[in-house]
């Protein structure tokens, strides 16, 4: 019997000690995401495209559209359903390279791709890539080679249904994801500030034309690529009732973009009041807190030229008109400032406040946009968002219900011959509301 006993023990020993000299898996991989589903109410258009569906309701508004829709026509309420911000991440890390070097690989994607052919489009949403890079960490030093979030994005507004396309777009935000090489150093300073320096070079983007009708990008055609940087500060590790803003007590962050676009053969050089090169560049700060007990603040403004491949200029991207001479008018200025506040009951619940407006030069905005003079080809001029939430979080449940609207103003005027005065610029508004009830779980 006692023979057994120590067998049995013996056994079990060489067992355990086998199982505690197994090597750690090659490979980690790691599944996140979350699930995104609405239902709404909606009395206009607020899309990023001007005309159909796709885009114009849902959890994608970002501004007032300008069609029969929203012009007061007595049978515009709608009532509608989303799914399309969904998102799942895949990423796999791998054994050190090279020394102390960790490769790692994430994939991102959602459902805003687009509707599926008809009658059934909207219940057959086309997958959209977010993100796809390589990257490789070493203490303080990251670099990413794909496409990952542009630096200019420090932080956006806390929303249960507007996560992938934040309602501070059009409204004070720019920002958007390109293929690239990233290089990001972090480290800690003596006083407890958390430091982040960055730098990325991007692919370019613009307009995808050419005379030949060949899709080429007119930013990839300058041969240079897009630049940005930007240097983010912390401290502290308090968080917000709303998942998605950066955990720190305050933070701080100034970022800046450069590219250079090249018009020649797209829109025709023909004398020398017309340029083949635009040039674009931005400047983009935010600051949020959450040192005050419950209380979310957060403030982000921008401004910047020529901003349309960065969501800047009210999603608006050209030139399309030629410039009289003497005039520069294919480069819009403009500028955008969004706020949010929110308060937590101390429970699971919270409120949420947020405003922001973005304001093009009429002058240069109208005069680039503008495809006719009438209406229908005027240009956006100015935007103001405006948004309420009322959350409840519990572990990983957000349900929000949201009141969202926004105010457009567009512009529309003569091109004056060579010489002559400025245009009469004449504007007109549209408004759009929409409430949706939500509900996100992260995993």
């Known amino acids: ?44 258009s607020m899309g990023i495209t001007p005309v159909g569906n ?10 007032a559209g300008n069609n029969a829709w929203n012009q007061g026509a007595p049978d515009k309420l709608m009532f509608g359903g989303d799914v399309r911000q969904t998102r799942l991440n895949f990423a ?41 890079y390589v990257e490789l960490s070493s203490g303080s030093n990251t670099i990413r080679v794909g496409q990952a979030h542009n630096l200019l994005v420090g932080f956006i507004p806390a929303s249960a249904a ?23 150093y972090k480290t800690t300073t003596s006083g407890g500030l958390n430091m982040e320096y960055g730098v990325q070079i991007n692919r370019n983007s613009w307009y995808d034309l050419t005379a030949s009708g060949t899709p080429v990008s007119q930013g990839e055609a300058s041969g240079l690529p897009q630049v940005q940087a930007r240097v983010m500060v912390s401290q502290g590790k308090n968080t917000s009732p709303f998942p998605l803003y ?9 970022a800046g973009h450069y590219d250079v676009k090249d018009l020649t053969n797209v829109a025709a050089v023909a004398g020398t009041n017309q340029k083949d090169k635009l040039t674009t560049y931005a400047v ?24 349309g491949n960065l969501l800047g200029m009210i999603v608006q991207i050209g030139p ?14 403009s500028y955008g400032v969004w706020g949010q506040v929110g308060y937590a009951f101390g429970g699971p619940w919270s ?28 240009a956006r001029v100015r935007n103001v968002n405006s948004a309420a939430m009322l959350a409840w979080r519990e572990g990983s449940v957000v349900l929000g219900l949201e009141w969202l609207h926004s105010f457009t103003t567009y512009g529309y005027g003569a091109l004056p011959a060579a010489g002559g005065p400025p245009p009469t610029i004449t504007t007109y508004s549209r408004n759009a509301n929409q409430y949706m009830l939500t509900a996100d779980y992260f995993f």
């Open 1 to 44: 019997m006692r023979l057994k006993v120590l067998s049995s023990l013996l056994a079990l020993g060489i067992a355990t000690a086998a199982v505690a000299q197994a090597p750690p898996p090659a490979f980690t991989f790691t599944f996140k995401g979350f699930v995104g589903a609405s239902v709404f109410v909606q009395d206009a």
């Open 54 to 63: 796709n885009n114009q309701t849902g959890q994608i508004p970002v501004f």
């Open 92 to 132: 796999v890390k791998g054994p050190t390279i090279g020394g102390d070097w960790t490769p790692n690989g994430v994939v991102e994607l959602d459902w805003s791709g687009g509707f599926g052919g008809a009658p059934f489009g909207d219940e057959n949403l086309l997958p959209r890539i977010r993100l796809a």
């Open 162 to 184: 507007h996560i992938a396309f934040p309602f501070a777009y059009g409204a004070g935000l720019i920002g958007w994801r390109s293929p690239g090489i990233t290089y990001l």
């Open 246 to 254: 950066p955990v720190a007590d305050w933070l701080f962050f100034v």
């Open 284 to 307: 983009q700060a935010g600051y949020k807190s959450n040192q005050i007990e419950n209380l979310t603040l957060a403030v982000n403004g921008w401004f910047g030229q020529n901003t």
């Open 320 to 333: 399309v008109a030629q410039s009289p001479a003497n005039q520069d008018l294919a480069s819009v200025t």
């Open 351 to 378: 409120l949420w406040g947020m405003m922001g407006f973005e304001n093009p030069d009429w002058k240069d905005a109208v005069w680039a946009f503008q495809t006719a003079n009438n209406p229908g080809g005027a």
